[in-house]
């Protein structure tokens, strides 16, 4: 595979914990990579608020691929996706990377292909990326454009270090006593990605679309995207508690936890607005991740492996190493 290299790309959301790592794999891989950001602090960062067109079409400006990560507002995501594609269009950029989320399959067990609809209730996140994916569907089938291309990746559980919550967050929990082995309900499957294999996944679709065999990729191409190990989420508390040198964690009463969850949830409603106290009750478990530690869902990454020769192999024992010393600061 010839790859084009000088390539300029925009990754929106290009501060983020995912973004600012594309950006650095990208640029490693020897193409000129823009962070695109809402308010530029730092060389190497442009401004891109997506709800401003004229800021999307300079960032956009000589770029020939976008990889758009950014999200604020969750109910926001569809009319900045569609404000994105809509200057892409006119700048004639016609490749794209976005990113989705496994959340799209709302509560879906056992095996699951890329060609499976939700189950369940949808939160706004699921159905905001599920909008995004039909306007990026749209964009790339438009059959006025066939030199087209998008790669839709539908990322599972990305952590690392800079990981607010997956990290950062599960790290206060566990040291604030509220956190444990939650038995059969933490028996769940923890469908990891490390963000160094998904860097890895992203510059491989990125030089394919560089490549010289660009059109032999399908107009859309929907991938999952989980790495080299898939442990329970209890397993996941206890090797990142064991990591962090915290105390062994507890058993846990699920049943008692689920009876506080609406205690928790107005905890976190409390100190989202940036009222004082209850810090600790914000902590808990909320039902929706109870639900989550309990689902028993298998992620089929065949198509990635097949199209673009993806491969995961950071184990989590390798990932937690790689993820902690931020931290246990």
């Given at each position: 595979?010839t790859?084009?290299?000088?390539?300029?790309?925009?990754?929106?959301?290009?501060r983020?914990?995912?973004?600012a790592?594309l950006?650095?794999?990208?640029?490693?891989?020897?193409?000129?990579?823009r962070?695109g950001?809402r308010?530029?602090?730092?060389?190497?960062?442009?401004?891109?608020?997506?709800?401003?067109?004229?800021?999307?079409?300079a960032?956009?400006a000589?770029?020939?691929?976008?990889?758009?990560?950014?999200?604020?507002?969750v109910?926001?995501?569809?009319?900045?996706?569609?404000?994105?594609l809509a200057?892409?269009?006119?700048a004639?950029?016609?490749?794209?990377v976005?990113?989705?989320?496994?959340?799209?399959?709302?509560?879906r067990?056992?095996?699951?292909a890329?060609?499976?609809?939700p189950?369940?209730a949808?939160?706004?996140?699921?159905?905001g990326?599920?909008?995004?994916?039909?306007?990026?569907?749209?964009?790339?089938?438009?059959?006025?454009?066939?030199?087209?291309r998008a790669?839709?990746?539908r990322?599972?559980?990305?952590?690392?270090q800079?990981?607010?919550?997956?990290?950062d967050?599960l790290?206060?929990?566990?040291?604030?006593?509220?956190w444990g082995?939650?038995?059969?309900?933490?028996?769940?499957?923890?469908?990891?990605?490390?963000i160094?294999?998904?860097?890895?996944?992203?510059?491989?679709?990125?030089q394919?679309?560089?490549?010289?065999?660009?059109a032999?990729?399908p107009?859309?191409?929907?991938?999952?995207?989980?790495?080299a190990?898939t442990?329970?989420w209890n397993a996941?508390?206890h090797a990142?508690?064991?990591?962090?040198?915290?105390?062994a964690?507890?058993q846990?009463?699920a049943?008692?936890?689920g009876?506080?969850?609406?205690?928790?949830?107005?905890?976190?409603?409390?100190?989202?607005?940036?009222?004082?106290?209850?810090e600790?009750q914000?902590?808990?478990p909320?039902?929706?991740?109870?639900a989550l530690?309990?689902?028993?869902?298998?992620?089929?990454?065949?198509?990635?492996r097949e199209?673009?020769?993806?491969?995961?192999?950071?184990?989590?024992?390798?990932?937690?190493?790689?993820?902690?010393?931020?931290?246990?600061?």
């Open positions: 595979m790859s084009a290299a000088q390539d300029t790309v925009l990754v929106t959301g290009g983020g914990f995912i973004g790592a950006v650095s794999a990208l640029g490693k891989a020897g193409f000129p990579a962070a950001v308010r530029p602090s730092s060389a190497g960062q442009i401004a891109s608020d997506l709800d401003n067109a004229d800021e999307i079409r960032a956009l000589g770029a020939s691929i976008a990889v758009h990560t950014a999200y604020g507002d109910g926001a995501m569809p009319l900045q996706c569609a404000n994105l200057i892409m269009s006119e004639g950029v016609e490749s794209l976005y990113f989705s989320s496994i959340a799209v399959y709302g509560e067990d056992g095996a699951v890329e060609s499976d609809g189950v369940g949808l939160d706004a996140y699921a159905a990326k599920i909008a995004c994916e039909n306007q990026v569907r749209d964009w790339a089938q438009d059959p006025a454009h066939p030199q087209r790669i839709i990746l990322p599972g559980i990305v952590y690392g800079g990981s607010r919550y997956w990290i967050r790290a206060q929990r566990i040291r604030a006593g509220v082995d939650f038995g059969a309900a933490g028996d769940g499957v923890a469908a990891l990605i490390h160094d294999d998904l860097a890895d996944l992203v510059t491989r679709a990125t394919r679309l560089a490549s010289s065999d660009r032999s990729l107009r859309v191409a929907t991938l999952n995207a989980v790495g190990d442990p329970s996941y508390f990142l508690a064991q990591a962090l040198g915290a105390p964690l507890p846990l009463d049943a008692a936890l009876r506080c969850a609406p205690v928790a949830l107005a905890a976190k409603v409390w100190r989202r607005v940036g009222l004082p106290g209850f600790k914000a902590l808990i909320a039902a929706g991740e109870l530690f309990s689902r028993k869902a298998d992620y089929d990454t065949r198509a990635a199209l673009l020769g993806f491969a995961p192999s950071v184990s989590m024992a390798e990932g937690l190493r790689r993820s902690i010393n931020q931290a246990k600061r």
